[in-house]
């Protein structure tokens, strides 16, 4: 106990310290959470506003939207802050919680994708029984249990990390308090604490690639059978930005933490964690929703309103050209 509480607080070492990186990166990292934000916050907005949109497919969407907002805000903010001000210093606590969030949300993102395979599987093969399938209860349902399950990871993955004691160094080679570059800083014996957390994510990874390849199974397997080409096309539209997002999550994650400490290159783990916690939460808004009729459609409307109540204004081309002619 002597040991442990040597540390009262950690130092992130950050991306890199060559100074004439820090403006570029400040810049780039600024650009990507104002994208992130607008997108993310924008699509929700979009599904909360119109009726059309509110089905179990854009529920779920929602709050992926939502999750990848919060576990955005969770790392982002406070790198573009160290950058600008270079204070690497964080406190013990504050370590522990950015790491207690990102480890749920991420987790709650894992299974929203595994909850969305479920209702592309009932939308495609069971299109008849789909309402009364993915009724209200039964989504709720599954967002409660995503919630649930990504709380059950963070309290493992924090509990495991912050069990250890830290006697040695409290100079973490990362950008955040992630679980693999602060588990490096103990002085304990890991091996026992290592397979805990490399199961933890195992179980969770497994249940929900099971899940998402079992549902791509019998999607396949329907579409398959489909004589319309429109509906090979719909359906395998949809699989394929399901597949593209989910295949981007895991691939990073399973690098990241299904391996020994021994075997992390903090360097290679730096650009991946850039990767999983800037760049995707960027991403999905766009591979996922942005290229969708319905979404779309339903951004024309809300302009549209936005226009009629005199709270933005109409400048496109067309418009100025038929006021003045």
């Not at 994208?35 to 506003?49: D, E």
């Amino acid at each position: 106990m002597e040991n442990r509480t040597q540390v009262t607080q950690f130092l992130l070492l950050g991306l890199t310290d060559d100074p004439h990186l820090q403006v570029p990166l400040f810049i780039t990292f600024l650009l990507i959470y104002t994208i992130t934000v607008a997108g993310n916050l924008g699509m929700l907005l979009l599904i909360l506003l119109d009726p059309r949109l509110h089905t179990p497919m854009y529920f779920f969407l929602g709050n992926l939207s939502m999750v990848d907002f919060c576990y955005s805000s969770v790392v982002t903010p406070s790198v573009i802050g160290r950058l600008l001000t270079g204070n690497k210093v964080i406190s013990y606590n504050a370590c522990a919680a950015q790491m207690f969030l990102f480890a749920a949300l991420i987790c709650v993102e894992n299974y929203l994708f595994t909850a969305m395979a479920y209702d592309r599987y009932v939308a495609v093969c069971k299109p008849l029984h789909y309402t009364t399938t993915m009724r209200s209860s039964v989504c709720v349902g599954l967002l409660i249990g995503c919630y649930v399950l990504g709380l059950q990871n963070a309290c493992v993955q924090t509990g495991e990390a912050f069990s250890q004691a830290f006697c040695s160094s409290n100079v973490i080679h990362h950008f955040f308090c992630d679980v693999p570059p602060v588990m490096a800083l103990s002085c304990s014996d890991k091996q026992v604490t290592e397979l805990v957390l490399v199961y933890d994510v195992s179980f969770h990874i497994f249940i929900a690639m099971l899940v998402i390849s079992a549902s791509y199974i019998f999607i396949f397997g329907t579409i398959l059978r489909m004589r319309s080409a429109e509906g090979h096309r719909k359906a395998l539209s949809t699989c394929a930005t399901h597949f593209t997002a989910v295949s981007i999550l895991y691939g990073t994650v399973i690098f990241m933490y299904l391996q020994p400490s021994s075997s992390h290159s903090m360097d290679s783990d730096k650009i991946t964690s850039v990767f999983y916690t800037m760049v995707i939460p960027m991403l999905n808004p766009m591979v996922y929703s942005l290229r969708n009729k319905e979404v779309k459609s339903a951004f024309v409307k809300v302009k549209n309103a936005l226009i009629s109540l005199g709270l933005i204004s109409d400048k496109s081309p067309g418009k100025s050209r038929r006021k003045y002619k």
